[in-house]
């Protein structure tokens, strides 16, 4: 397994871009060294703002360097950035529409043990439902550099999640589909559809190979791209399949799932949507990997609610 | 050189006449901060509608954006668009709404929503060291706005970062929608606040616009931090009944109060022109 987290990635990518483009600033609230962005601050210096614990302030500092042409990438755990300066991302960026890159760090349940005051598990709901605002969950290393390296070259907000820890290879060297605000196919099949973002497309991915053991042929899509959704591969896969299945580091409310469920409602009604996703209770302490098979989320959980939706006669 | 006073006064019709039309508007605010937009735009800011996007213009963020009405009839007369854009204001489909609106010509970010508008300067004005530029930012807050706990976060940001090329301009009338200031959240040793974070402070009478233009102009030639100015203002000033009165935040003449409004506009004009 890789020892990269996502976040260092986006580092990597930001040091070796901040050198010819010195419109690149990143700022950071007290948290680059828990951003990995301690590197860029040192390389950098007179790229990099520091505006203290202060996420507020740091969403709309950020807007206003945007609006005087500058590049800013905000980093601070997903869960503050997005609940805490909701309303700076509501005005300050989607509304007067500034070219700031959101960087939700140790997003969805990766703080572990440090509980639900450090777990982003309503940031997609919160950063969806903003008019302007884009959405994007990275799966693996591969895939963020090309979305970081895709999202340099536009002038739109936008709110990217990435988790704390290094994430196990989706994708590999000289093998990574991408393609902007288009989701990534990553086994094609007729039998049934498994929908994951970010952390959790490693576990759908698995489940596909599972299944195809068990001669149950799925479709796994890897939508990185929550918003604007490819509703293209969904309304797809709602025809093309029996049944979809969501998978997702969220509250089951207002996730990547309930925005697929929107579309298949509206156009495919006949095929079937169920979201697996975190309880609307606290989540329970532990390892990513532990949560996730707790709560059904990892490719056994997944494999078992498949079935259990084929049983079902759809 | 235009007579900012008389500048003022003419521009308090616009706005009265504006609210009155629209049947909406934040007249008590509108002016008390119209002689502060007046010595700005007339003055001292170097943003003009044929240099609305240069990269070496100054900056403005109407941070108390609900006195939207005086900006844009400041806009309107300096020439970022015609006049008669605002006949259909807060109509419907009018982007010239009841808060500052970056679609509108010369309004560089959108405001309305309090306590941002402080810290959006800030990053303009760190811009503008990181460039290298001689641009200046400006920002105007209201003082109910110093409730909210973000001001204080770009307060501090901004003198941390040395920002000498900002200045903060507080529309202290003592009034919010509830009420006076000092029942609703006290704001007492509002200068001691400022300079314990570490802002040069100047305090002047905020309706006389030769004090403000001096307090611009000094806030220049301060450097290694950043300068706010305490204007202490009269809300609704320059109308009578309006005057120090929290009723009048967002009222709307009637037709005889709109008259009175007028009559009492037109005779400090009248006045102001018989001295110029
Ligand atoms: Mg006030």
Redesign the pocket.
């Known amino acids: 397994m890789n020892k990269i987290a996502n976040k260092q990635v986006i580092c990597d990518v930001l040091l070796e871009e901040a050198k010819n483009d010195k419109d690149i600033v990143v700022l950071c609230s007290d948290s680059r060294g828990s951003a990995s962005l301690t590197e860029f601050a040192n390389t950098h210096p007179d790229q990099f703002v520091e505006v203290g614990v202060a996420e507020q302030n740091l969403v709309s500092i950020s807007a206003g360097l945007a609006s005087c042409g500058k590049k800013p990438f905000a980093a601070s755990p997903a869960c503050f950035l997005s609940m805490r300066s909701a309303e700076q991302i509501k005005v300050d960026v989607a509304y007067s529409n500034t070219n700031v890159k959101l960087l939700g760090i140790s997003g969805g349940i990766s703080y572990g043990a440090l509980g639900m005051t450090h777990h982003s598990t309503n940031d997609i709901a919160v950063m969806a439902s903003i008019p302007n605002m884009r959405v994007y969950i990275p799966s693996d290393r591969f895939q963020t550099e090309k979305l970081i390296r895709a999202l340099l070259k536009d002038e739109k907000p936008a709110f990217i999640r990435v988790g704390r820890n290094p994430v196990e290879d989706v994708y590999s060297e000289g093998n990574v589909p991408f393609e902007m605000d288009k989701a990534t196919i990553l086994q094609q099949g007729n039998d049934i559809t498994l929908i994951a973002c970010g952390e959790l497309v490693i576990e759908a991915k698995r489940a596909g190979e599972k299944l195809k053991e068990k001669g149950i042929n799925a479709r796994v899509i890897d939508m990185y791209c929550i918003k604007p959704m490819d509703r293209e591969a969904v309304v797809k896969a709602a025809k093309e399949t029996k049944g979809i299945i969501t998978i997702e580091e969220h509250t089951r409310f207002g996730g990547m799932g309930s925005m697929v469920s929107q579309i298949v409602a509206a156009q495919v009604p006949n095929t079937r949507v169920v979201n697996l996703a975190l309880p609307d209770t606290p989540v329970i302490t532990g390892k990513s990997k532990e949560v996730f098979k707790h709560y059904g989320l990892d490719s056994d959980g997944i494999v078992k609610s498949v079935l259990e939706m084929m049983k079902n006669g759809q | 050189m235009i007579d900012l006073k008389i500048k003022a006064y003419e521009l308090r019709k616009d706005i009265v006449t504006l609210i009155y039309n629209a049947g909406c508007g934040h007249i008590g605010?509108d002016l008390?901060v119209i002689d502060i937009l007046v010595v700005l735009y007339y003055k001292h800011l170097n943003c003009s509608p044929e240099t609305i996007d240069h990269p070496d213009r100054d900056r403005f963020v109407l941070s108390?954006g609900h006195a939207a009405e005086a900006l844009y009839c400041v806009l309107a007369d300096r020439g970022f668009f015609p006049k008669s854009d605002l006949d259909n204001y807060s109509g419907f489909k009018s982007k010239y709404i009841g808060h500052p609106n970056n679609e509108v010509n010369g309004i560089e970010v959108n405001t309305g929503s309090l306590g941002h508008g402080l810290s959006v300067a800030v990053g303009m004005a760190i811009a503008g060291k990181m460039d290298n530029k001689d641009y200046r930012v400006y920002t105007v807050l209201?003082?109910?706005?110093l409730d909210e706990g973000s001001i204080w976060e770009g307060v501090m940001a901004a003198s941390h970062y040395q920002l000498d090329n900002l200045t903060a301009i507080v529309?202290?009338?003592?009034?919010?929608i509830t009420g006076w200031?000092k029942d609703v959240m006290s704001q007492d040793r509002l200068e001691d606040r400022w300079a314990a974070f570490g802002w040069y402070v100047i305090t002047i009478p905020g309706n006389d616009v030769d004090a403000i233009d001096r307090a611009i102009e000094k806030a220049k030639n301060i450097k290694g931090k950043p300068t706010v100015i305490i204007a202490n203002t009269i809300?609704g000033c320059g109308v009578s009944f309006m005057e120090n009165q929290a009723g009048w935040h967002h009222r709307v003449p009637n037709d005889e109060e709109y008259a009175k409004a007028m009559e009492e506009l037109e005779a400090k004009l009248e006045k102001l022109r018989r001295v110029s």
């Not at chain 2, 529309?171 to 919010?176: A, H, I, M, P």
């Open positions: 605010g008390s108390k209201g003082d109910g706005e529309d202290r009338n003592n009034l919010q200031t809300k």
